[in-house]
C-alpha cells in the first residue's frame, strides 16, 4: 500500500494508455472490429466522466485512473475450484457463465440449457455466425442512447464479450448465472465485461449477476450489459454486488423493450468501495411494463450511485420503481431517477420512489427524481424521503420488552426485505436475505 | 405495585403533569379519566417510557425498583405493558415473529427458557381464542392495514401473550364498535388476576361498563383531582366534565 503515498492519476494520459492498449490488441477484434474502432474514437473524443458532469456530479471515478492500474489480458491461473466458494445457490442446474478480468472465459463456463432454449457464446464468435447482423445492428444501443466516455472505453474492448440468446418462445426454467470475477493478485486490475442479452419473442429469462475480486489488491470492473427484449418476452435481472472494500464498479444496464413486454430489474448493493449503477429501461413498445427495484445497504466508506432511466416512447407503458438505501458509518449512497414520457406516450403510467434511512452522523444519502413529461394524458409520481429510523415504530417495540438493538435490526430488516420480495428466484433470494440478515445481525 | 409520587413531566419545556400521586395494588383495576388535553396519554407514556416526555420532578416506583431509571425495555420485562392508543403499523415485520421475540426476551429477563417452536404456537393459540383474533391476521405484518379494531384485539392478544404484571390501557376503546369493545373487554377480565393490575385510560365511561374498576381517578390540568369508585365514572358520564371543572374553580376561589 506504500503507492498511497504517491498516487498518480492518469488524467489526459488515460487516452493515450488506453489508445495503445487498444492497438496492441486490435488485430484479434475480427468482426468488431468496426464496433470496437469507433468506440475508441468516442473515447478520445468525450474522455472520462468528470464531477464538473451533472450525471457524474457525486462520484469522481477519474480518481480511479491511477498510474498503477493494471490492463492485464485473461489469466488462467483460475481454476473451477477457485470458483466453488462464489457459485450462487442453485447453481447446479443454472448456466453459470464466467468473465474472468472483464473477458468471457468459455472454459470455466458451465451451459447447462439445451441449445433449442439458450446460446452462449463469445460475443466476437457470435459476431461472425447467425446472429451477425443483429449483433451489428444492436450492440452498443446503450452508447448511442447515451454517450458516454466510460462505456466508450468498455465499447472500444468489446471483443472479450459474451452473447446469449433466449429462443423464441421459450420459458426457461433455470437461471444464467454470470460471475464476473477480477483477479487482483497482479495488482489493481482494470476489468471490462461486455454482455449483449437477446430475448426472442415469448422467450422467458431470469438472469443474475455477480462480482468476485480474489487476491488482496484493488479492482475495478466496467461493465456494460445490453439487453434486447422481443414482444410478448419476461426477464428477470438481478444483480448483486457484494464485494470488498477494496472493488470499485461502474456498470450499465441497458434493457430495451423492442415489442410490448415485461421486464423486471433488482440491484442489490451490499459493499464495495465506489459502486455506480446504471440501469435505462428503454420502452420502445405500446403496452410495456418494467419494474425496477433497488436496496442499497452500505457502512465504512462505500459509495454507491444509482443512476436509473425510464424512458416512455409509446403510449399505455407501465413503470414502477422503488430504491431503498440504509447507510450507516461514513457511507454515501446516491440515486438520480429520470423518467421521460414522450409525446406520443399517452396514458403512460409511471411511479418512481426513493426512501433512505441514515444511522450515522457520517453518513449521506443524495437523492434526485426528474420527471420530464411532454404528453398529456399521464399519471406520473415520485418520491423522496431521507430519515432517521422511525422513532415511533421503534419504541414500539421496546416497550414489548425487545432490546433497542434488536428492535432496530427487525426495523432494517422489514424496511430491506420490501425489495427482495422482488427477487423471484427463490433460492436468489434467500441466499441474499441470508447476507442481509447477517449484516443488520437479525436472526429472529 | 406502581407507587407514583408527585410526578411532573414536561413536553417541548410545557408542564403537562404537575404533580400526581398514585397508589395501584396487585389484583386492582385503576381507571384515569379526564377531559382532552387533560395528562392522560401523557402519563401512559411516561410509564412506558417515551423518551420525548422529560420528567422534572417526583418518582415512580414499579416492584419495588425505580421505574423512570429503566428503559423502555426493561420496563417492560419487568412486567409493564402499554396498550396502545394508536398501534403502530410495521410492514416487512411479521407479528408473529415479533410476538416471539418480545416473549422470548421477557422469558430471558426472568430466567426462563425461551419457548421452542411448539410450545409458542400452543400458548399463541390459547390466547387467541381470549380476543377472538384470527390466525390470519397474525401472519401478516405487525398491524399493517389491520382495521382499527384490529389493531385494539392486536394489542391485548400482545398482553395476554406477555401476561404482564400491570397493564396500562391507553384510550383503548375509541374507535372501537360495540362488538370489539365487548372482544376486548372479556380478554381484559379473562386475563385478571389476583397478582396483576390495569390501569384503564379512558374518556368515555362506556369502556367501565365491561371492565368494572375497583377505583376511578379524575385527571384535569396534570393532577388528580377527584378519586372515588365506580359511581364517579357514572356521575361523570352523567353530568359531564364540566362539573369537575367548575368544582376546581370554586375551590380555587376559597
Known amino acids: ?444 | 405495585m406502581l407507587h407514583i409520587k408527585n410526578l411532573h413531566a414536561n413536553i417541548e419545556e410545557k408542564e403537562i403533569l404537575r404533580g400526581i400521586n398514585l397508589d395501584i395494588k396487585a389484583g386492582e383495576v385503576h381507571a384515569i379519566m379526564g377531559p382532552n388535553g387533560s395528562g392522560k396519554s401523557t402519563l401512559a407514556s411516561v410509564l412506558a417510557g417515551r423518551s420525548n416526555f422529560e420528567v422534572t420532578e417526583g418518582s415512580v416506583e414499579f416492584l419495588g425498583k425505580d421505574l423512570l431509571e429503566m428503559s423502555p425495555e426493561e420496563r417492560a420485562r419487568e412486567g409493564m405493558f402499554m396498550a396502545f392508543q394508536y398501534p403502530v403499523e410495521i410492514p416487512g415485520v411479521s407479528t408473529t415473529n415479533f410476538i416471539k421475540t418480545a416473549v422470548n426476551e421477557t422469558r430471558k429477563h426472568r430466567g426462563l427458557e425461551p419457548l421452542d417452536a411448539v410450545a409458542f404456537l400452543k400458548l399463541m393459540k390459547e390466547r387467541m381464542k381470549l380476543v377472538e383474533i384470527d390466525q390470519s391476521l397474525l401472519s401478516r405484518s405487525l398491524n399493517a392495514g389491520f382495521s382499527g379494531g384490529e389493531k385494539k384485539r392486536n394489542e391485548i392478544f400482545q398482553m395476554a401473550m406477555l401476561e404482564p404484571r400491570l397493564a396500562i390501557l391507553d384510550e383503548t376503546d375509541s374507535g372501537l364498535d360495540i362488538d370489539a369493545l365487548r372482544i376486548v373487554a372479556n380478554g381484559v377480565n379473562k386475563s385478571r388476576t389476583k397478582d396483576n393490575a390495569f390501569l384503564l385510560v379512558t374518556h368515555y365511561q362506556r369502556l367501565l361498563d365491561y371492565i368494572v374498576p375497583d377505583f376511578v381517578h379524575v385527571l384535569y390540568n396534570g393532577r388528580i383531582v377527584k378519586s372515588g369508585t365506580k359511581e364517579l365514572a357514572l356521575e361523570l358520564e352523567e353530568r359531564g366534565y364540566d362539573f369537575i371543572k367548575s368544582e376546581i374553580e370554586l375551590a380555587a376561589q376559597d
Open chain 1, 1 to 444: 500500500m506504500a503507492r498511497l503515498n504517491k498516487v498518480l492519476y492518469m488524467s489526459n494520459d488515460a487516452l493515450l494508455y488506453f489508445a495503445a492498449k487498444f492497438s496492441e490488441e486490435k488485430k484479434n477484434s475480427g468482426a468488431l472490429s468496426g464496433f470496437s474502432e469507433k468506440a475508441m474514437f468516442d473515447f478520445q473524443k468525450l474522455g472520462l466522466p468528470a464531477v464538473r458532469h451533472e450525471e457524474w456530479k457525486y462520484t469522481r471515478v477519474s480518481n480511479l485512473f491511477r498510474k498503477d492500474l493494471v490492463y492485464a489480458p485473461p489469466i488462467t491461473r483460475i481454476t473451477s475450484a477457485d470458483l466453488q466458494a462464489f457459485r450462487l445457490p442453485g447453481s447446479d442446474s443454472a448456466s453459470e457463465l464466467v468473465f474472468i478480468n472483464g473477458v468471457y472465459n468459455p472454459e470455466l463456463s458451465v451451459i447447462r440449457h439445451q441449445p433449442e432454449e439458450l446460446i452462449a457464446m463469445g460475443l466476437d464468435k457470435a459476431a461472425e455466425g447467425d446472429y451477425a447482423s443483429f449483433i451489428k445492428e444492436n450492440l452498443g444501443h446503450s452508447a448511442d442512447y447515451h454517450p458516454d466516455g466510460i462505456q466508450a472505453l468498455n465499447a472500444a474492448f468489446a471483443g472479450g464479450g459474451l452473447f446469449v440468446v433466449a429462443k423464441k418462445g421459450k420459458i426457461i426454467q433455470q437461471p444464467v448465472y454470470i460471475y464476473n470475477l477480477a483477479d487482483s493478485r497482479p495488482g489493481f486490475i482494470f476489468a471490462q465485461p461486455r454482455t449483449l442479452v437477446y430475448v426472442e419473442a415469448a422467450a422467458q429469462i431470469q438472469i443474475a449477476e455477480q462480482y468476485i475480486t480474489i487476491g488482496g489488491n484493488e479492482s475495478f470492473t466496467n461493465e456494460v450489459f445490453e439487453v434486447v427484449a422481443e414482444k410478448d418476452s419476461i426477464v428477470d435481472y438481478y444483480k448483486i454486488q457484494n464485494e470488498g472494500p477494496l472493488a470499485n464498479h461502474v456498470g450499465t444496464t441497458h434493457i430495451r423493450q423492442a415489442g410490448k413486454c415485461l421486464t423486471n430489474a433488482v440491484t442489490i448493493t451490499l459493499s464495495g468501495a465506489l459502486v455506480r449503477n446504471n440501469l435505462n429501461m428503454i420502452m420502445e413498445s405500446e403496452h410495456g411494463e418494467s419494474h425496477m427495484y433497488g436496496l442499497y445497504l452500505l457502512d465504512g466508506k462505500t459509495h454507491a450511485d444509482n443512476h436509473t432511466i425510464v424512458d416512455n416512447a409509446q403510449p399505455h407503458c407501465f413503470s414502477n420503481e422503488l430504491y431503498k438505501g440504509i447507510m450507516d458509518g461514513e457511507s454515501s449512497g446516491v440515486f438520480n431517477g429520470k423518467i421521460f414520457v414522450r409525446k406520443d406516450a399517452q396514458k403512460t403510467n409511471a411511479y418512481q420512489s426513493n426512501k433512505n434511512i441514515l444511522l450515522s452522523d457520517k453518513a449521506s444519502a443524495n437523492t434526485k427524481p426528474q420527471l420530464e413529461i411532454f404528453a398529456d394524458d399521464v399519471k406520473c409520481s415520485h418520491g423522496c424521503t431521507i430519515g432517521r429510523l422511525d422513532e415511533e415504530a421503534l419504541f414500539y417495540l421496546r416497550a414489548r420488552g425487545i432490546s433497542e438493538k434488536n428492535a432496530k435490526s427487525l426495523l432494517l430488516h422489514a424496511f430491506a426485505v420490501d425489495i427482495l420480495d422482488n427477487i423471484k428466484l427463490e433460492p436468489l433470494r434467500n441466499h441474499v436475505d441470508r447476507m442481509i440478515s447477517e449484516r443488520l445481525e437479525f436472526n429472529f
